[in-house]
């Protein structure tokens, strides 16, 4: 039986999810829904120059246990663009209302954020103290992006090129940024990334750059969990630097390293990370 088709696997995906809408800037922030009303509220965060898609093979292992809520950030995706000028916390905050209204009255929710997402996720989890069972922090590099190497060498893509000359460079942005091994980047890989980078106008690399995620992680309402892959070339300065940053945040905190994988560990090892987050999960409940 032939493989379903990258568009395939995305529109399967976006007809199956409900849709809610909540303020963002001058119009809205979109929101995607997969599972049950009843079952547990799971919310994901993407990173930047990202959507909803960057948990595309993720949110089916989830779905059957978890009521799975993931927005497009402001700037990004189908989201409307925040107001100028933003920062780390007016994003929180446009987040943390979305939740309010996305989620029922006081319904509890675990945070799983990627990347961009987790410099966000600190202000959100204290702005949400109240019902915030957990906080999974998944590639951030929480003591600001690094400054040098390959994350640094990515190219820029005129909107007007041609998609045959325009690939080779979206591909060699993926490598050097995103995965370990080249061999990752698959059709569904390159068709979710030339998508979203033709809508993402938010400028994330600032925030990114700065330790505002180690801060605002001080003194968390929830169990925190860390996720990184072997090979993130994100990570300032280093993985021993920031796995000894997390004892002092959270004593005791889960801090996996996936071997043999990059910055978007949740798709170059999809079935690894999925098993280790839902357990995880558990261990919250």
Same mark, same amino acid.
């Given at each position: 039986? %032939? &493989?379903?088709?990258?568009?395939?696997?995305?529109?399967?995906?976006?007809?199956?999810?409900?849709?809610?809408?909540?303020?963002?800037?001058?119009?809205?922030?979109? #929101?995607?829904?997969?599972?049950?009303?009843?079952?547990?509220?799971?919310?994901?965060?993407?990173?930047?120059?990202?959507? #909803?898609?960057? #948990?595309?093979?993720?949110?089916?292992?989830?779905?059957?246990? +978890?009521?799975?809520?993931?927005?497009?950030?402001?700037?990004?995706?189908?989201?409307?663009?925040?107001? &100028?000028? +933003? *920062?780390?916390?007016?994003?929180?905050?446009?987040? /943390?209302?979305?939740? *309010?209204?996305?989620?029922?009255?006081?319904?509890?929710?675990?945070?799983?954020?990627?990347?961009?997402?987790?410099?966000?996720?600190?202000?959100?989890?204290?702005?949400? /103290?109240?019902?915030?069972?957990?906080?999974?922090?998944?590639? !951030?590099?929480?003591?600001?992006? !690094?400054?040098?190497?390959?994350? %640094? &060498?990515?190219?820029?893509?005129?909107?007007?090129?041609?998609?045959?000359?325009?690939?080779?460079? +979206?591909?060699? %942005?993926?490598?050097?940024?995103?995965?370990?091994?080249?061999?990752?980047?698959?059709?569904?890989?390159?068709?979710?990334?030339?998508?979203?980078?033709?809508?993402?106008?938010?400028?994330?690399?600032?925030?990114?750059?700065?330790?505002?995620?180690?801060?605002?992680?001080?003194?968390?309402?929830?169990?925190?969990?860390?996720? +990184?892959?072997?090979?993130?070339?994100?990570?300032?300065? *280093?993985?021993? !630097?920031?796995?000894?940053?997390? &004892?002092?945040?959270?004593?005791?905190?889960?801090?996996?390293?996936?071997?043999? !994988?990059?910055? #978007?560990?949740?798709?170059?090892?999809?079935?690894?990370?999925?098993?280790?987050?839902?357990?995880?999960?558990?261990?919250?409940?």
């Amino acid at each position: 039986m %032939n &493989e379903a088709s990258p568009r395939a696997i995305l529109d399967d995906l976006l007809a199956r999810a409900q849709e809610i809408r909540t303020p963002c800037g001058a119009g809205e922030m979109i #929101w995607r829904v997969w599972g049950d009303m009843g079952s547990p509220a799971l919310v994901l965060l993407h990173g930047g120059f990202g959507a #909803w898609n960057h #948990w595309v093979r993720n949110i089916p292992a989830l779905e059957d246990r +978890y009521r799975v809520i993931v927005p497009d950030l402001p700037g990004c995706g189908d989201s409307a663009d925040p107001h &100028e000028p +933003y *920062d780390a916390a007016s994003l929180s905050a446009i987040l /943390s209302d979305g939740l *309010d209204a996305a989620l029922p009255a006081d319904a509890p929710f675990d945070l799983v954020s990627f990347s961009f997402g987790g410099v966000l996720s600190g202000p959100i989890a204290q702005a949400q /103290s109240g019902r915030i069972a957990s906080l999974t922090i998944v590639g !951030t590099p929480i003591l600001g992006l !690094t400054t040098t190497g390959p994350a %640094n &060498e990515l190219v820029s893509v005129p909107a007007e090129l041609p998609p045959d000359e325009a690939a080779p460079l +979206y591909r060699s %942005n993926l490598q050097k940024l995103m995965v370990h091994y080249p061999d990752v980047i698959d059709g569904l890989a390159m068709t979710l990334h030339v998508e979203n980078m033709a809508k993402t106008r938010l400028r994330s690399r600032g925030i990114a750059r700065r330790t505002i995620a180690a801060d605002a992680l001080q003194n968390p309402p929830c169990r925190l969990n860390f996720i +990184y892959g072997d090979g993130d070339v994100t990570l300032h300065p *280093d993985m021993d !630097t920031i796995r000894a940053r997390v &004892e002092t945040i959270q004593p005791g905190a889960a801090f996996h390293v996936i071997p043999d !994988t990059g910055h #978007w560990v949740q798709f170059e090892a999809a079935a690894r990370f999925n098993a280790l987050l839902k357990q995880l999960l558990v261990q919250a409940g």
